[in-house]
């Protein structure tokens, strides 16, 4: 059975991260699973973790009061799910369900901000693979946007 140490070693969001940075973030982490239909993070309770997805598959989901859960994107094996932990009010603004069985490394948001309080270089470092994520998938949203309203729009006026 391979550590948690070992677990991040093999995952691309660690990859490059000194040896003695894993083995710290580690200290902060527990392997979990969830079942199928399982909330692993609900929008507006306290964001205290971050999940690395090792297997499965989770849909990061809000609630529409005219049409229910409504998916705004689905997070496979070897993604990360969850950054609100790095910024108060540490509340999750989405909800976050397995799609079918996941296996995911859990780490544990508080301890890992004492952490990054105490090495600000591991904090600096952590900031900046998290702001990669986040602009990824702004800009996989915006894309997303662009191709759901796109039918909609009249085309352009012509100019003369």
């Known amino acids: 059975m391979k550590s948690i140490e070992q677990l ?4 691309p969001f660690f990859h490059g991260l000194p040896a003695t940075d894993r083995q710290l973030i580690s200290g902060c982490g527990e392997n979990c699973v969830y079942s199928s239909g399982e909330y692993i993070a609900r929008e507006n309770t306290p964001a205290d973790f971050f999940f690395v997805i090792r297997e499965g598959r989770v849909a990061v989901e809000t609630y529409m009061p005219s049409h229910g859960a409504l998916c705004l994107q689905t ?3 070897g993604d990360i799910f969850g ?25 544990d948001g508080k301890c890992l901000r004492q952490k990054c ?26 894309l997303q946007l662009l191709d759901v309203y796109s039918t909609e729009r009249p085309p352009p006026a012509e100019v003369r």
């Open 75 to 77: 997070l496979h094996d």
């Open 8 to 11: 991040l070693q093999q995952h």
């Open 117 to 142: 309080e105490e090495d600000p270089r591991l904090g600096f470092e952590l900031m900046k693979r998290f702001a990669k994520i986040v602009a990824e998938r702004l800009q996989a949203t915006r």
């Open 83 to 107: 950054w609100s932990w790095l910024f108060p009010p540490y509340r999750w603004t989405f909800d976050a369900r397995a799609l079918e069985k996941v296996r995911a490394i859990r780490l």
